[in-house]
């Protein structure tokens, strides 16, 4: 099956600093991916979805010029969450899709848990 | 717009007894239906996913759902749990001619020895 993989983990990070999160498609090229945000005991929220070679589109809500989502290639997404704040500490979730993987499936990467302290 | 109902939020079940774990959408257009496992700390795994054709899926673990349009619902169930399915499981939604997931709120298993 197709693997999405997520760079780090986890974080830990000062408040007021900014943090990249990378997510990757490894065996396949990914036209889309998306960005989720999911809260403790909560489902997810979808942030952005991104297509390669374009801007990020946003959901209604999230803060473009906070979140800056990267697609520079069809392997390659980042979520750089920047002056991050305490309420920015979430578990952040990717997705990939494309690459005649499936109608219309997402792949999902690990996660990376973003503390802010 | 779509949206999805999982009805419980959580389900206690002891080993090796049947679990149902209830989902209904509601969407103006044809959708694709999913659902995902979720362990601790960890993304999303695919359990097993609805198309077209027959409107009972089987999926990994053991798993299966059954698509009912006339109810729009689609309940995963599992005849024997293990303690292993302990997890968050979410069932998802996508038009067809679309791309975007809309998720149910979760429902959380948790299974007793």
């Known amino acids: 099956g197709a693997v999405v993989s997520q760079h780090p983990s986890r974080v830990i990070c000062k408040s007021g600093t900014s943090v990249k999160i990378e997510c990757r498609s490894l065996d396949f090229q990914a036209t889309t991916m998306f960005w989720y945000r999911q809260f403790p005991k909560q489902s997810l929220m979808l942030m952005a979805t991104?297509?390669?070679?374009?801007?990020?589109?946003?959901e209604q809500g999230v803060e473009k010029d906070k979140f800056l989502i990267n697609h520079a290639s069809l392997t390659l997404s980042t979520l750089t969450v920047t002056s991050a704040h305490p309420e920015d500490s979430s578990f952040y979730i990717c997705?990939?899709?494309?690459?005649?993987?499936?109608?219309?499936?997402?792949?999902f990467g690990p996660g990376t848990r973003l503390t802010v302290l | 717009a779509q949206s999805v109902t999982q009805l419980d939020s959580q389900v206690p079940v002891f080993e090796e007894a049947p679990v149902e774990l209830r989902c209904n959408y509601s969407s103006s257009v044809s959708v694709y239906l999913f659902w995902y496992v979720q362990y601790p700390n960890q993304g999303l795994q695919l359990l097993l996913k609805?198309?077209?054709?027959?409107?009972l899926v089987k999926g990994i673990n053991g798993f299966e759902a059954e698509f009912n349009k006339s109810q729009t619902s689609f309940h995963l169930r599992k005849p024997s749990v293990h303690i292993s399915d302990t997890a968050e499981y979410f069932c998802a939604v996508i038009k067809a001619a679309g791309n975007k997931l809309t998720f149910g709120g979760g429902t959380r298993v948790l299974v007793k020895p």
């Open positions: 997705s990939a899709s494309g690459g005649g993987q499936g109608v219309n499936e997402q792949f």
């Open positions: 991104s297509n390669e070679g374009s801007k990020a589109t946003y």
């Open positions: 609805y198309l077209s054709g027959s409107t």
